[in-house]
């Protein structure tokens, strides 16, 4: 069996597919991927005007917006996720963004990030048979959290229905492992150290995804000091988290959730949600230490 | 209760399964089970026992179990167990001479083996599923077949399901030895029993379902192997159950509450609680508690001796299972797991007393038993 290797750019990050079988009944699904990855950009991305979401804001505090099936699940999944966070994972909580931006040159004031805090909160979020509303005016919704990693395993899952039965989706790091590899092992996954060249860690991987979350990725240097581009919906200032945290699990979107959240928490509530999450994780702390937890 | 309350692992894979690429509800892996298990009855007190053997049940269990997605529409489930009955049973009770009842009891000849297989075939669609099942269980003396319908629908994101269910079962009997104890020759019941649940996911960490059931059962009804047993042929069987899930963060525990209850056309009222607790959800050692507690009134037939001065038209039975009582069971249950297997250990030990029991007016059945049950299987996903 050949493995066929297609790369192509999607929401914003380089992708990649590795499927097992005939070059030309690859092709043709690889293709398919490629354009399902562009349409939950196309529904999701909050830079088109045309997405739900752009949608969705732009009617912030004045109607709600008629959503679809796929789109009010993601959105209760969401839910789900910012119940168990304590609502630290927060698609509302985009609009930080407007105080924390790269361009910065100071810390914002109190004042500032006290007025963004004002158009926070998931619970402000109103969703009913008519549609999805942002109650207050200003509010805004980013699904970045969530969509990349479920595309990641909506991909992964159209391959399988077409038949194969061994592939590697990467949506910009958000990695599904469908199968064996094509030496009958589990596709080896390498985990990125942010410290240093070369993996971390490899994951061997079958039927599961992994997702990784890290501060050191996107972050802004003001005032001569290191800001995380993770930042907390309570206080509105960024979190001092883990470095990078990777997590397995059988769906990239599990994964991706519950590697977002440790990374929301401060370092030691990180490492003990990790702990207790029940999937094996890769964590590395601000110190370079490296740990490894419920390893398969 | 296949959307249980677990890590938050296990809660955010669950939603993410009823996200619309994913949500195929058949399962997505292969699981094989093998379990064995040792249930061993206490013996009869001596002063119990007018006439017969002291030694009750004892019962070796195999059992295999095999669950698979079949295409990509369709599961299937194949279960297999063995069981080995050894040791006395109650034929009768006798009023002894200080007023007490006493055991009449078989000797210690019972030895019997029985085999059971179910199979089921199960279509997925998106938001409901259709299943049927076949099973038969023979034993030298006994065989029963079966066949069943399921229906399960998801209802407002998966986040309520209804389950319907419907089945008939036929047993037929020929008791060993019938010439020689003057038993019947054979006999044989119906039974048709209805069910229906439904559950809902109050919160992401709770969960509760209710459910209710019908059974009609006619034909022979009674047990041949006691020297007198005189049943109705028709009964009437209802149950009302409520099951609870909840997931605490504390050691990742879930708390799993169910309460049952039974009341039929004898007249048997019973109330079933029980609890699990399990430690470490979704960690790589499982373990906890589980207590039960029951309590049941008399059939309204039950006799605490056999009289033998009625006609044998009459309905009386003195078999213990229909007095008044009630029981305590107290049990441990470990899993240890090591990626794709798993081990289970289980231990369970039961006392029945007579004054759990409700609407109790007379003495204690010298029948009741205590048992433990200790248990061991490893399961394999793929």
Redesign the interface.
């Known amino acids: 069996m050949r493995l066929n290797a297609y790369r192509f750019t999607a929401m914003g990050t380089p992708c990649e597919l590795k499927i097992v079988g005939s070059k030309r009944a690859a092709n043709e699904i690889a293709l398919r991927c490629q354009q399902e990855a562009q349409r939950f950009e196309a529904r999701y991305s909050r830079f088109i005007a045309t997405s739900i979401v752009s949608q969705i804001n732009a009617a912030a505090g004045k109607i709600a917006v008629p959503v679809d099936e796929e789109c009010a699940a993601i959105l209760e999944y969401a839910d789900i996720c910012w119940s168990l966070s304590d609502g630290l994972f927060d698609l509302t909580s985009g609009v930080l963004r407007r105080v924390w931006h790269r361009h910065r040159s100071a810390v914002p004031t109190r004042e500032e990030v006290e007025a963004c805090l004002a158009l926070i909160g998931w619970q402000k979020v109103r969703r009913t048979q008519e549609g999805v509303l942002l109650t207050q005016p200003g509010m805004e919704l980013d699904l970045g959290g969530v969509v990349k990693e479920y595309a990641a395993d909506a991909i992964a899952q159209l391959i399988k229905d077409a038949g194969f039965d061994s592939a590697v989706v990467n949506l910009g790091g958000d990695i599904y492992c469908l199968g064996f590899s094509p030496e009958g092992v589990p596709w080896r996954i390498g985990i990125v150290n942010p410290l240093a060249e070369g993996p971390l860690a490899e994951a061997p991987l079958v039927n599961r995804g992994v997702a990784t979350s890290g501060g050191y990725e996107r972050y802004r240097v003001i005032e001569g000091k290191r800001y995380s581009h993770l930042l907390n919906p309570h206080t509105g200032f960024p979190v001092k988290s883990l470095m990078s945290v990777s997590v397995m699990a059988e769906t990239v979107v599990a994964a991706g959730s519950i590697a977002t959240i440790a990374m929301l928490k401060e370092e030691a509530s990180g490492l003990a949600w990790l702990a207790s999450s029940g999937s094996a994780y890769v964590a590395m702390t601000q110190q370079g230490d490296t740990i490894v937890g419920n390893p398969e | 209760m296949a959307k249980s309350l677990?890590?938050?692992?296990?809660?955010?894979?669950s939603?993410?399964?009823?996200?619309?690429?994913?949500?195929a509800s058949q399962p997505?892996?292969t699981l094989v089970s093998v379990a064995t298990s040792i249930y061993q009855e206490g013996d009869a007190r001596s002063d119990a026992v007018a006439f017969g053997d002291q030694e009750r049940f004892e019962v070796k269990t195999n059992q295999f179990y095999l669950s698979s997605p079949i295409g990509?529409n369709w599961s299937g489930t194949v279960s297999y167990d063995n069981e080995a009955m050894s040791g006395a049973s109650p034929w009768g009770t006798i009023e002894g001479a200080d007023g007490d009842y006493q055991l009449i009891m078989s000797g210690a000849s019972i030895d019997d083996s029985r085999n059971g297989v179910d199979l089921s075939l199960t279509r997925h669609w998106r938001k409901q599923s259709i299943g049927v099942s076949v099973g038969y269980s023979g034993e030298h003396d006994y065989h029963a077949r079966s066949v069943g319908i399921t229906y399960e629908r998801d209802f407002l994101?998966k986040n309520t399901s209804l389950g319907l269910s419907a089945s008939y079962s036929t047993d037929d009997i020929t008791p060993t030895d019938a010439q020689l104890f003057q038993r019947l020759d054979s006999g044989s019941k119906h039974s048709r029993s209805y069910y229906v649940s439904i559950n809902q996911l109050l919160?992401?960490v709770a969960m509760i379902n209710l459910g209710l059931g019908l059974t009609r059962r006619d034909g022979y009804l009674s047990d041949p192997y006691k020297l007198r047993d005189v049943r109705p042929g028709k009964r009437l069987e209802r149950t009302f159950t409520a099951q609870y899930r909840h997931y605490f963060?504390w050691q990742?525990t879930t708390l799993a509450a169910n309460y049952r209850y039974f009341w039929d056309s004898y007249a048997i009222d019973a109330h079933t609680g029980d609890a699990q607790l399990t430690f470490g959800?979704?960690?790589?050692v499982e373990w906890g508690p589980t207590l039960r507690l029951y309590g049941q009134s008399a059939a309204d037939f039950y006799v605490p001796w056999d009289d033998y001065g009625l006609e044998d038209t009459i309905a009386q039975s003195s078999d213990h299972r229909l007095s008044s009582f009630g029981a305590v069971s107290l049990g441990l249950k470990a899993r240890f797991k090591m990626?794709p297997a798993h081990i289970v250990a289980r231990y369970q030990q039961y006392e029945s007393k007579k004054h759990l029991g409700l609407r109790s007016k007379t003495q204690a059945h010298p029948g009741l038993i205590r048992f433990k049950v200790v248990s061991l299987g490893a399961e394999y996903r793929f």
């Open positions: 677990k890590s938050p692992l296990a809660i955010l894979s939603a993410a399964m009823s996200m619309p690429a994913l949500s997505s892996e990509r994101k919160t992401p963060d990742s959800t979704g960690s790589r990626g």
